[in-house]
């Protein structure tokens, strides 16, 4: 058995030690954001959180990743409640046919959460990996630039609310 | 008593003699400014910035004098030494922060001796105990070309190098125990043109042996073993005097195409820093790199009378392989198992080829797991994802020892979770 703990929920699954960590996720687990791009590591579709980094999940084997919290879009938000990110990407209409976005978007909350201040430059360097062939590129950054700018002007108010 | 007395007084004046000259070296003139960059070029300059051009490519000089993201030649890249970190200078043609108003003359004696044109000492990251045995028609060449690069405004960096090496004039003595100043010495016997034009290209402008030579305590290249291995940026620059001796024997034509394409197909794709040195070399016409091969190929033992015989491989730990296998099979195999698609294109080399899986140290290997190699332009040969935050020390370990075993025909790497995480730590951090 191998234990995978996704989105904060542990699963036990019965799987081949081999198996591709996108291959858990989709077929054993029903969490389908993730997509399989390429296979090789090449297009960043399949791109999902391990320990806060961003990896290709097509080429992590699961039985690398046990233990380790694993987190997919589907942890982001709801369509209810959607992130900070997912709802940038809505107001710039950021997805033509949307295939790379699961990917895009992991890729750019991993660099949300560890470097919030990042310039468009330093983001447009971190999400060089990932791939978009119907080429919404300049509405994918247009629409990380905004949340990012969100997330600062939310730092600011919370920290002038606590010295209030 | 008589006699020893007469040593020491010679003993001391020799020492005496040596300092005044290494001090008189530390004291060097500056070389007067132009009062305004050379003006525009007349189109007679044309054919000298073309072979300028040829040398920049052949030195790689923009590789060192660029910073990441930053405008062509104007420097600031950080290079890690044993001794510190150093910053690459500006060397476009800006006349406050560049060489805009250096002389032809102030340039040629960096090149050669090592001297800015202020008269300060470099230090010999700066490869000039190579670039000093250029010819005077290539400095200049080399001079015109620069001289005609778009200007950039970017002061140079503060070094920041351990004490004592940050006193600038204590080269003087590194420059009178290592730099070999003046032309390469004609060959002792008669070569061909070809040979010639590699030698002078290796030796001189691309200066292979800064990084394929190991470094004495000084940093220097140590004496008597000239292009028998060396480190860099965490990477092991393999042997040059020993192609003849791998598992597969580089030959004349695979040497070229390496060089000129960054792919051998019997031993892998250039990665690391050699990665930018064959993207720069790739500019070369084919004559000058088919020149650099012949005369690296001339250093070469003789090819082994016997092919080695095949290495008792001993019986590697089971569970290991089982471990290995199952992180190859999901994180390798797509890519470089027998028969899969991405083997067959692109004159990928088989793994078991592979110049890092066959070396005598993982290091190579554990750099390119924990790494991949970036993307090339629009070459997709080379491509090779991370997997630093996809597999733990022990993990690579695993993947390691299954690779070598199963498609190199070796023994496992000894060790190899524990140098792992050493590299990890040497790596620069993101």
């Known amino acids: 058995m191998i234990t995978l703990s996704v989105n904060g929920v542990d699963h036990a699954l019965d799987i081949d030690p081999s198996m591709p960590l996108l291959y858990a996720l989709r077929n054993h687990l029903n969490l389908n954001g993730a997509k399989y791009g390429c296979g090789l590591g090449q297009c960043g579709a399949c791109t999902v959180h391990v320990d806060g980094k961003p990896v290709f999940s097509c080429v992590t084997p699961a039985s690398a990743v046990q233990g380790k919290p694993i987190r997919t879009i589907e942890g982001l938000g709801t369509p209810d409640r959607p992130s900070p990110l997912q709802h940038a990407f809505i107001d710039h209409q950021a997805a033509q046919c949307g295939y790379c976005i699961a990917g895009m978007i992991m890729r750019a909350q991993a660099l949300l959460d560890t470097r919030p201040t990042s310039t468009e430059a330093e983001i447009r360097d971190y999400l060089q990996p990932n791939l978009c062939r119907c080429g919404t590129h300049m509405r994918i950054i247009g629409a990380i630039v905004q949340a990012f700018g969100a997330v600062a002007k939310q730092h600011t108010d919370d920290t002038h609310g606590a010295h209030a | ?430």
């Not at chain 2, 340039?107 to 044109?117: H, K, W």
């Not at chain 2, 890519?335 to 078991?352: K, V, W």
Request: net charge neutral.
């Open chain 2, 1 to 430: 008593m008589k006699r020893m007395r007469k040593f020491a007084v010679g003993f001391a004046a020799s020492i005496l003699a040596a300092a005044v000259g290494v001090i008189a070296y530390a004291w060097q003139p500056a070389i007067a400014a132009l009062p305004a960059p050379a003006a525009a070029r007349a189109d007679d300059q044309a054919s000298l910035v073309a072979r300028g051009a040829r040398l920049a490519e052949a030195g790689d000089c923009m590789y060192c004098h660029t910073a990441q993201h930053g405008e062509p030649f104007a420097g600031g890249l950080p290079i890690g030494t044993p001794f510190g970190t150093i910053y690459s200078t500006n060397i476009t043609p800006d006349p406050q922060t560049g060489i805009g108003r250096w002389s032809l003359a102030a340039f040629t004696r960096a090149l050669r001796e090592g001297v800015s044109r202020d008269g300060h000492l470099l230090y010999p990251a700066f490869p000039y105990p190579h670039f000093t045995k250029m010819s005077d028609e290539d400095i200049a060449a080399l001079y015109a070309y620069l001289q005609t690069r778009t200007p950039v405004d970017a002061p140079a960096h503060p070094d920041a190098l351990r004490f004592p090496l940050n006193f600038r004039p204590l080269m003087a003595g590194w420059n009178w125990l290592f730099l070999k100043k003046g032309p390469l010495a004609p060959p002792a016997d008669a070569q061909s043109a070809a040979w010639l034009r590699g030698r002078y290209l290796v030796e001189g402008p691309a200066h292979c042996a800064s990084c394929h030579t190991p470094m004495n305590a000084l940093g220097a290249e140590k004496s008597g073993s000239p292009f028998a291995g060396g480190r860099i940026d965490g990477w092991n620059a393999p042997p040059l005097n020993a192609l003849t001796r791998a598992p597969k024997p580089w030959t004349q034509a695979q040497l070229v195409a390496y060089l000129h394409t960054g792919i051998a197909s019997e031993h892998g794709a250039a990665a690391g820093p050699m990665l930018p040195v064959t993207q720069h070399l790739a500019n070369l016409p084919e004559s000058d790199v088919d020149a650099m091969a012949t005369y690296l190929m001339s250093l070469q033992p003789a090819a082994a009378a016997q092919p080695p015989a095949a290495v008792a491989v001993p019986p590697a730990d089971a569970a290991q392989l089982r471990a290995g296998a199952a992180l190859f099979t999901a994180s390798c195999a797509a890519c470089h198992a027998d028969g899969a698609p991405m083997r067959d294109i692109g004159g990928r080399p088989p793994l078991g080829l592979g110049s890092a899986l066959t070396a005598d140290s993982p290091r190579n290997a554990i750099q390119l797991v924990l790494h991949g190699n970036p993307w090339n332009g629009s070459a997709s040969a080379h491509y090779m994802p991370p997997f630093a935050d996809v597999f733990d020390d022990q993990q690579i370990a695993d993947v390691l020892a299954y690779a070598r075993v199963h498609y190199a025909q070796r023994p496992a790497w000894p060790d190899v979770a524990r140098r792992a995480a050493a590299i990890r730590k040497e790596n620069p951090q993101p």
